[in-house]
């Protein structure tokens, strides 16, 4: 059980265009789902927080209108890279938790910006 | 949240029990503590996680010591598979943050 999924797993797109990630919690129901940025040898950084049908919740230095969260059900929540550049290029990491506050990750999806 | 500290890196023979200590001295008492593992390219595994008893699952036990500064994940039987970065992370109960730290990178020896 507690399985995420994401989509895609990965995305090349080019400069100033909009990419979508899915994520979905295919065997329970999501309360909170959590989006993560990861740059290469760095550690996870939290971008953002989202509770179904409820507006995100940006961390500190996180643009909310160059990342929009939809958070439309308890199982899919998505991440759309508005008007993507190149230092967007990153592995994009999706969570989520059930009724016990433990977060379950999705596999994440890698974004290259050319 | 409590901050941790974990060694950077260890290295852990191929059949042999790995353990991964950290440290958390400012832990409250309604912190939890948390381990995760990153493999490669891949999204964290959660492994185990325990406020002041020992636990143990199939993957794994942590050990808690009983002051709380401190605890250790246990690997009973490390396999290559094992490979990865690994996260203890204190959460207090009701915030749903999880803050990563830098890990430790752990790995398996043939």
């Known amino acids: 059980g507690a399985v995420v999924s994401q989509h895609p797993s990965r995305v090349i797109c080019k400069s100033g265009t909009s990419v979508k990630i899915e994520c979905r919690s295919l065997?329970?129901?999501?309360?909170?789902m959590f989006w993560y940025r990861q740059f290469p040898k760095q550690s996870l950084m939290l971008m953002a927080t989202?509770?179904?049908?409820?507006?995100?919740?940006?961390e500190q230095g996180v643009e909310k209108d160059k990342f929009l969260i939809n958070h439309a059900s308890l199982t899919l929540s998505t991440l759309t890279v508005t008007s993507a550049h190149p230092e967007d290029s990153s592995f994009y990491i999706c969570?989520?938790?059930?009724?016990?506050?433990?977060?379950?990750f999705g596999p994440g999806t890698r974004l290259l910006v050319l | 949240d409590a901050k941790t500290t974990q060694p950077p890196s260890m290295d852990c023979a191929e059949g042999r029990a790995a353990n991964l200590p950290c440290n958390h001295s400012?832990?409250?008492?309604?912190?939890?503590v948390y381990w995760y593992r990153q493999i490669h390219s891949q999204g964290p595994q959660y492994i185990i996680h325990?406020?002041?008893n020992n636990e143990t699952n199939e993957m794994a036990s942590l050990i808690i010591t009983e002051d709380r500064k401190s605890s250790t994940l246990i690997l009973p039987h490390a396999t290559l598979r094992d490979t990865a970065v690994y996260y203890c992370?204190?959460?207090?109960?009701?915030?749903?943050?999880?803050?990563f730290g830098t890990g430790t990178r752990l790995t398996i020896i043939p």
């Open positions: 065997d329970f129901q999501a309360t909170t």
């Open positions: 400012t832990i409250s008492g309604n912190e939890y």
């Open positions: 989202s509770n179904e049908g409820s507006k995100a919740t940006y």
């Open positions: 992370i204190v959460k207090t109960a009701g915030n749903e943050k999880l803050t």
């Open positions: 325990g406020l002041k």
């Open positions: 969570s989520a938790t059930g009724l016990k506050e433990t977060q379950y």
